[in-house]
């Protein structure tokens, strides 16, 4: 028998794509044309070699057997996720589609009948946020408000800080204290949790504010059970004592901050007494935490995400927000807070994004939250052609009952970009093909860390996959528009986006430098923006008094409101968060990863499973009046009774039924930004 030629092996850089704070740089190993391991790149200064599990399987995800490789044509009813109901289509027939169908909308109703939806199912800026927003500007289609993820928290930090950014996470090993507060940091931020390790191994403590005993709270010191929403009136609670017993740092106040009287008058009124009421904390725990808060430092606070998906959400976030400026922990290393910190890191959206293409500056905009009320209730243009990208909105978007009907719109043309028949593009007309971030050169800012990489191709498009670049700038050319403006290389983009004078951080970053080591950090000077200079809000100070909010028709002071109203004749608050082995609903196809996340459950308390005649293992109904799903119970004592929560963005295959969490999460908007509520749908839980 002949002897096969040995595969050439190699060893590449990439950076992980995914919607995750870590933006971890990657080390690939490739064997001929296939990717046979990804691990964490050693030499990165915050990855340090480690990844998560998810990404580990990402060989399993390039070269899965069921990666669309080529461009498909619906031919069945829509709905449905057979093959058969697609044909093969080359990309000219493909393109030639698409091109006549805008016309033809553009002709009959105007470009704002054409909807793009997309979010971040790839993190690289010319392929989430280049091309493709140049093309729906050019074309004057209705604009996309990207409000599915943080903004309502983005928006009420803002509010007391300026701008969405905190410190250098590489600091927080010398924190003392740390509070992770809506945050499941060990599935969604595992390299804040290799640093707070490191401060723990130097005396740190660590608490968890969350609704759920969940992988963060077994590896916390300390679990503080909240009620889902609640999160404003225990910080107020805190601010109440750190007040009265005097824990407060005057001066650091007196200097930073304005509104203080203003926001001591409110805290008064929550003492821990009303707070055990509101959040569910006992008044002694409310005390405890209050006066470690006060004493230890540095004390830091990881915000997370979980807090604000709630109806009130922003000022949740704008409420914990003011907590490091009471006790001035902002100018000690290591304390302060994240929320999140892409300030450090933004690029010249302007340039790449180019808004100014945008003809008329009245154009619509449709809330990305309310997909299925603009697919079913605009009027003048309707929706009538849809372009999805970097999204599966059949899962992830809420109220999936309303959007899988307007999906269904036999009058609606849908177009699906992406790397698998996802339950979105059951519904589309045309699917096409897209590449991994493997095969495409882009660039990679964190929106935690303090690092912007590039990621160059480590092997070449499979099948007929284009990125989303190409595919926008293709497109571009052939609907006729500016060649100097879609003709460009992927490399002039990037160029492009890092000339940014503004930002002074990016100052020594360059396309050469990048390609050459492959990251480099943004150039913060001190421990954080807030001690560099003035405060960038409206006074110059942390403003823990807001005219901005006043004048929007908020609280100017930090404040509580409960969630779930309107909806109070059902006895649960429903939490439906991300896993740990998907990515939101990336992974969700991948049989090794279900096979470890084993299956939707819901977790309940058991004093309520026990009222209901509900054990675990049972099969319960989960409904309200927007939909139902069928799910399996772990009665347990994980959250508070009256609340139930589930992990993970499963795809329709995941539930017996095939409605998916989403059915029960509504579309109404958070308090500031227009946020997604996804955390406070109220639902019944009936026996099945
Ligand atoms: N493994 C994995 N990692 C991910 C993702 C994923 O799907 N899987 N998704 C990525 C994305 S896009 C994002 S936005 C982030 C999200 O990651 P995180 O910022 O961690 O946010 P969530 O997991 O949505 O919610 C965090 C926690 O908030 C809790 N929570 C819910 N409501 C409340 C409340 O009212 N108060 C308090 N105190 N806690 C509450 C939830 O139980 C949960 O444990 O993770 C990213 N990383
Ligand atoms: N119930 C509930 N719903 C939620 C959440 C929750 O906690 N609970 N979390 C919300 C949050 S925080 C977020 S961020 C959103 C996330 O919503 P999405 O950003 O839609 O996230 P994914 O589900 O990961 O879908 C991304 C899709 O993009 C595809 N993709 C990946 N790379 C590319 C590419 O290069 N080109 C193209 N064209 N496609 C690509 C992937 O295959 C995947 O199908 O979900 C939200 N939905
Ligand atoms: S998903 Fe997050 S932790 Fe996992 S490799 Fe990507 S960036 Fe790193
Ligand atoms: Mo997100």
Same mark, same amino acid.
């Given at each position: 028998m002949a002897e096969s030629p040995r595969e050439e092996v190699r060893f590449a850089r990439s950076v992980c794509p995914l919607d995750c704070p870590d933006t971890c740089a990657l080390k690939v190993k490739i064997e001929g044309e296939r990717i046979v391991s990804v691990d964490g790149h050693p030499d990165h200064p915050v990855t340090r070699g480690s990844i998560c599990n998810k990404v580990r399987n990402m060989p399993d995800r390039v070269h899965h057997p069921e990666r669309l490789m080529?461009?498909?044509?619906?031919?069945?009813?829509?709905?449905?996720?057979?093959?058969?109901?697609?044909?093969?289509?080359?990309?000219?027939e493909a393109y030639g589609e698409i091109v006549g169908r805008m016309n033809e909308a553009i002709a009959e109703y105007g470009p704002e009948a054409i909807l793009p939806y997309s979010f971040y199912g790839n993190m690289g800026i010319i392929n989430a946020e280049g091309m493709d927003r140049r093309f729906f500007h050019r074309l004057g289609a209705t604009r996309l408000e990207r409000t599915i993820c943080s903004v309502a928290g983005d928006v009420g930090y803002k509010y007391t800080m300026g701008v969405n950014t905190g410190i250098d996470p590489e600091n927080t090993v010398h924190a003392k204290l740390i509070l992770i507060w809506g945050c499941n940091m060990v599935s969604t931020n595992m390299h804040q949790v290799m640093y707070a390790t490191e401060a723990r191994k130097r005396g740190a403590r660590i608490v968890h504010i969350d609704v759920h005993r969940n992988r963060t709270s077994a590896w916390a010191d300390e679990f503080i059970a909240v009620r889902p929403g609640t999160d404003a009136a225990l910080a107020l609670g805190i601010m109440h004592v750190l007040i009265r017993e005097g824990l407060t740092d +005057?001066?650091?106040? $007196?200097?930073?901050?304005?509104?203080? /009287? =203003?926001?001591? +008058?409110?805290?008064? $009124?929550?003492?821990?007494?009303?707070? /055990? =009421?509101i959040a569910g904390?006992?008044?002694?725990?409310?005390?405890?935490?209050?006066r470690e808060y006060g004493t230890a430092s540095p004390a830091f606070i990881r915000i997370g995400n979980g807090l604000q998906h709630h109806d009130n959400g922003g000022m949740a976030v704008r409420t914990i927000a003011c907590l490091p400026a009471l006790t001035g922990q902002w100018r000690v290393r290591g304390g302060g807070a994240i929320k999140g910190n892409g300030y450090y890191t933004s690029v010249n959206a302007m340039r790449l994004e180019r808004p100014d293409l945008l003809a008329d500056k009245s154009t619509r905009t449709v809330n990305m939250n309310q997909l299925g009320n603009a697919l079913l209730d605009l009027r003048e243009p309707p929706v009538k052609l849809l372009f999805v990208y970097n999204s599966n909105p059949a899962v992830v978007a809420p109220d999936s009952g309303r959007v899988r009907k307007g999906l269904l719109r036999e009058d609606l043309?849908?177009?699906?970009?992406?790397?698998?028949?996802?339950d979105t593009c059951k519904y589309a007309d045309l699917v096409l093909p897209a590449t991994s971030h493997f095969e495409n050169l882009d660039l990679y800012a964190s929106y935690w860390h303090l690092y912007i990489q590039l990621g160059e191709p480590v092997m070449e498009p499979m099948g007929e996959c284009k990125s989303n670049f190409t595919l926008f700038k293709e497109l571009g050319l052939r609907m006729g528009f500016e060649p100097e403006v879609f003709g460009i290389t992927e490399e002039?983009?990037?160029r492009e986006?890092?000339?940014?004078?503004?930002?002074?951080?990016?100052?020594g970053i360059s396309f050469e430098r990048l390609r050459e080591r492959g990251w480099m950090k943004a150039g913060l000077q001190g421990l954080s923006?807030?001690?560099?200079?003035?405060?960038?809000?409206?006074?110059?100070?942390?403003?823990?008094?807001?005219?901005?909010?006043?004048l929007a028709g908020l609280s100017p002071v930090p404040d509580y409101a409960p969630v779930g109203l309107g909806e109070e004749d059902l006895p649960f608050l429903l939490v439906a968060g991300p896993n740990h082995g998907f990515?939101?609903?990336?992974f969700g196809n991948q049989e090794k990863l279900k096979k470890l996340e084993k299956r939707p459950t819901l977790h309940m308390h058991r004093d309520d499973a026990a009222a209901l005649g509900i054990e675990s293992g049972d099969r319960v109904r989960v409904r309200n009046g927007r939909g139902e799903i069928r799910i399996v119970v772990d009665a347990a004592e994980n959250v508070l009774p009256g609340v139930l929560v589930t992990q993970g963005l499963w795809w329709e295959d995941g539930y017996e039924g095939g409605q998916t969490v989403n059915a029960l999460t509504s579309q109404k908007l958070a308090d500031m930004g227009g946020g997604a509520t996804f955390f406070s749908a109220r639902v019944e839980v009936l026996p099945s």
């Open positions: 080529y461009p498909l044509r619906r031919v069945g009813p829509k709905g449905s996720a057979e093959r058969s109901a697609f044909e093969r289509i080359s990309w000219e +005057a001066a650091y106040i $007196a200097e930073h901050t304005v509104g203080y /009287e =203003e926001l001591a +008058a409110q805290a008064a $009124a929550y003492s821990p007494e009303r707070v /055990e =009421e904390v006992p008044a002694d725990t409310v005390i405890r935490l209050a043309f849908t177009v699906v970009h992406d790397l698998f028949l996802t002039q983009m990037i986006a890092l000339d940014y004078p503004d930002n002074p951080y990016l100052a923006l807030y001690d560099e200079g003035t405060v960038p809000t409206p006074s110059g100070k942390i403003e823990l008094y807001s005219e901005r909010m006043r990515l939101n609903s990336t």
